[in-house]
């Protein structure tokens, strides 16, 4: 086991559920107040997500949700993060990216243990007459975490001997 390859996925993996379950108390509580923000650029609201990404599945009897949005989705992160830890070389751009990405689904999904198996999503985006869709914190760092993933892996590629 590669000791400083487990430090860059740890350290921001606990930091993403941390900052989500930090985000997501902060708007229950009211101390992030909803509401329309930048014009409506930035929409900020609460709205429980039962299903998976856009709410796919939310329509399944809760054993067959649960299996979907729970415990399949814990299985793929212990996989992974085995499988980063001990049989891949990655660089630091894309160990931070892994942890970003790790953290954003460990996020979710202690988020629906937590709720009753639903993810709290807070957040939307509106720019140019087009809409992104209710998430949190942990879907961003997930969409943050493969864009740094893709951007580690290409250049590592582009500066492989004998390119």
Request: proline share 2%.
């Amino acid at each position: 086991m590669n000791h400083e390859r487990l430090g860059r996925i740890l350290a921001p993996m606990v930091a993403v559920v941390l900052l989500d379950l930090v985000s997501k108390f902060l708007v229950l509580s009211g101390r992030i107040r909803a509401g329309d923000y930048f014009g409506d650029w930035l929409v900020i609201g609460w709205h429980e997500n039962r299903g998976l990404m856009f709410g796919l599945g939310a329509g399944l009897t809760a054993i067959y949700r649960e299996w979907l949005t729970i415990a399949l989705p814990f299985v793929v992160f212990v996989v992974l993060f085995v499988w980063l830890v001990r049989a891949r070389q990655l660089s630091a751009t894309e160990s931070f990216g892994w942890g970003l990405f790790l953290g954003g689904g460990l996020a979710n999904i202690l988020d629906r243990m937590l709720h009753d198996g639903a993810v709290l999503d807070w957040l939307k985006l509106n720019f140019a007459g087009l809409s992104s869709g209710n998430f949190n914190l942990a879907d961003l760092m997930n969409l943050i975490g493969i864009l740094l993933v893709l951007f580690g892996n290409i250049r590592a590629q582009r500066t492989a001997p004998g390119r």
